[in-house]
């Protein structure tokens, strides 16, 4: 079999943040999948000032600090002098890498050190939308296949909700990748096809594979006697993409309008992000029956939505949309944006909404019935677990 080098980088970046994303779970998914393959494996990730090669024992080493179920090592003589400006979970994470890795190569040099270590080829295999620069893929010309998964074209898009900085960043690397990959796997066909939109622009031409992604199903919890009223959860960080702002609109609303017996609560689920300041400073002012929680970790997460009427995901953009799946399969409804992937994957389960429209959520919360028991069609089995998934990727591979 031809050796496999997963690159890692978006992993170690995020070592500061136990609480995964959407993106950070899909990498770890395909660290555990590649440790347990019998497939030759190595892992690669950037550091301060290169790149490190880990060999199999080495990653299932690092591997419970890094999914953040233990502590790291101690901050090294690199980390201590020269990587002032990283923060220091990142500074740990990067020391235990130096301390057990195989070599390390600043960028000039990381096809080389590749060429020495795997001499009959590699596929490389890039998933976390990280570590995709120009210099980077120059340095990949060794490898026999190069792979990389596009989560989604948001930026692009939808440049309003991003930071400013990150649209032409995100452009110049989608187009870079593109020309540098011998295949690009996507999350969903929406994703596929407004990824075809931006590169059929550029005139570059690289073959797609749409490959849903697996959802590992949340700790199992009880479902909760109904409370009344109702409970409701939005899951994810507070930016202007996720529209937590209609849902204030619409608690307002409520508020007006329902004595204390009768009015529904707001759960929110996840951590301020950016360019939100007129939401948080709502939030700030304690609205009435909205209660901020911050970030979850997956039992605290599972134990709410248990506890929780549905799951509002008024979201105006997304790629694959790992919070509806993640209700559904706890088994409560969910009222959803009406978007193309959302369609795809879960098809007529939610209650689609239009997220421009505050009156209709309203009207939908109003007409939901926390007392109505009724079991949800079943999920497509390709999305209870990551075996379809890691079927087509060694197909690719």
């Known amino acids: 079999m031809t050796p496999v080098l997963l690159d890692i980088s978006r992993t170690v970046s995020r070592a500061p943040y136990p609480v995964p994303t959407g993106i950070d779970r899909v990498e770890r998914a395909y660290i555990d999948h590649f440790l347990a393959s019998p497939r030759p494996v190595r892992f690669l990730t950037r550091i301060f000032q290169g790149y490190a090669l880990l060999d199999r024992d080495a990653m299932a080493a690092l591997r419970p600090a890094l999914f953040g179920t233990a502590e790291f090592g101690r901050p090294d003589l690199v980390a201590r002098l020269f990587s002032r400006k990283k923060h220091p979970q990142v500074k740990r994470a990067e020391s235990d890498i130096r301390r057990t890795c195989t070599c390390m190569a600043r960028l000039p040099g990381l096809g080389r050190m590749l060429g020495r270590n795997l001499p009959d080829g590699f596929s490389y295999l890039n998933v976390g939308h990280s570590n995709r620069h120009a210099g980077l893929w120059e340095q990949m010309r060794g490898a026999t296949r190069r792979v990389a998964m596009i989560h989604d074209v948001i930026p692009l898009d939808y440049p ?38 931006w590169l059929d622009k550029q005139g570059i031409e690289v073959a797609k594979t749409v490959a849903l992604l697996g959802v590992d199903p949340l700790p199992p919890v009880p479902r909760a006697q109904a409370r009344v009223p109702a409970q409701f959860v939005v899951l994810g960080t507070i930016e202007p993409r996720k529209n937590h702002a209609l849902l204030l609109d619409v608690w307002e609303m409520l508020a007006q309008a329902l004595p204390d017996d009768q009015m529904p609560t707001l759960h929110i689920v996840g951590r301020r992000g950016w360019q939100n300041e007129a939401v948080f400073a709502r939030l700030d002012q304690h609205p009435r029956a909205v209660i901020e929680h911050g970030n979850m970790d997956d039992a605290a997460l599972a134990a709410l939505l248990a506890q929780a009427g549905a799951l ?61 028991n009724k079991p949800l069609p079943e999920l497509s089995p390709d999305l209870l677990g990551w ?8 197909k690719i591979l």
Do not use: M
């Open 160 to 197: 309003q909700y991003t930071r400013p900085d990150i649209a032409t960043r995100f452009e110049a690397e989608l187009y870079q990748t593109a020309r540098a990959c011998d295949r690009l796997v996507c999350n969903s066909t929406d994703t596929r096809n407004r990824t075809a939109f």
């Open 312 to 372: 509002l995901f008024p979201t105006f953009a997304e790629g694959f949309g790992y919070p509806l799946i993640e209700a559904i399969q706890t088994g409560i409804p969910v009222l959803a944006s009406d978007l193309p992937c959302f369609r795809e994957i879960a098809r007529d389960i939610p209650t689609y909404l239009d997220p421009n429209n505050p009156a209709a959520w309203r009207d939908a919360i109003l007409d939901f019935d926390p007392k109505d």
């Open 387 to 394: 075996e379809k998934h890691f079927s087509t990727i060694e």
